[in-house]
């Protein structure tokens, strides 16, 4: 997990680099994704497939990305803007 206040002026850029995003449920994970993609696509970042598995007995859900970053603004609106969708509880 990437620390981007105490880590931003050791990072280069652009920056590869994997998201976790853990979801409370499994309900809307095809609107998750869908809701994930489009702030990528929105936000201009180039990304992988999104991959995830259920967890905790299908309490939580966990997707996967592998991302690049050319800038630390960008990276830490695309960390604001998914932590902030509904049921999202964490983005590592």
């Given at each position: 997990?990437?620390?981007l206040n105490a880590?931003?002026?050791e990072l280069?850029?652009?920056?590869?680099t994997s998201l976790r995003i853990i979801v409370a449920g499994t309900e809307d994970v095809a609107f998750q994704q869908a809701a994930i993609e489009?702030?990528?696509?929105?936000e201009g970042i180039s990304y992988?497939?999104?991959?995830g598995d259920a967890r905790k007995g299908g309490k939580f859900y966990r997707?996967?990305?592998k991302l690049r970053f050319e800038s630390l603004e960008s990276m830490r609106r695309v960390h604001t803007r998914i932590s902030q969708l509904n049921?999202?509880?964490a983005v590592l």
């Amino acid at each position: 997990m990437i620390d981007l206040n105490a880590a931003a002026e050791e990072l280069e850029f652009p920056q590869d680099t994997s998201l976790r995003i853990i979801v409370a449920g499994t309900e809307d994970v095809a609107f998750q994704q869908a809701a994930i993609e489009s702030i990528l696509t929105e936000e201009g970042i180039s990304y992988g497939a999104v991959s995830g598995d259920a967890r905790k007995g299908g309490k939580f859900y966990r997707f996967y990305l592998k991302l690049r970053f050319e800038s630390l603004e960008s990276m830490r609106r695309v960390h604001t803007r998914i932590s902030q969708l509904n049921g999202v509880k964490a983005v590592l």
